[in-house]
């Protein structure tokens, strides 16, 4: 059964602390992307070991297995636009639903293990990324379709929040 999509903006994220999670995201520095990125696999390849995986806590909220799912997706779509940031100038983003994603994903239907294998892959790659960026390049620029305006440094803050969020999420 899909989840009602939500639609809100959370760019925000990237100016003031997040009530639900705590988390500043506004605070973090670009040495601190990739070594953040890699603190938080263990932990979702923990959430993944639950019992209660794939059992949505009720109506309205993916289960742990479709937030991870969805996390390992988030690192897919977040590397590919900071790759498009790092070789073109102001790029605009392709958007990306998704609800869609996860119900073309059948990410309630996904086996654990390879969420938590695919996460792993995509995390370090993602954080590997994040590391290569020179100094220079954090101030480079990409506007999603509905015109946030991101730089290097605010996409990888916007994207940390993703990743503690949503653990936040699947931990409460």
Sequence with gaps: MPITPDAKDWTWVIEKPCPACGFAAFETSPADVGPTIRSHIPRWR???ERDDVAVRPDDSTWSTLEYAAHVRDVFGVFEQRLRLMLAE???DFADWDQDAAA???DYAGLR???VAAELDTAGQAT???YDAVR???WARTGRRSNGSQFTVETLSQYLLHDLVHHLHDVDA
């Design 46 to 48: 923990k959430a993944l």
């Design 89 to 91: 100038d102001g790029p």
């Design 103 to 105: 119900a073309d994903g």
């Design 112 to 114: 654990p293990s390879t």
């Design 127 to 129: 954080a590997s990324t």
């Design 135 to 137: 100094r220079e390049q």
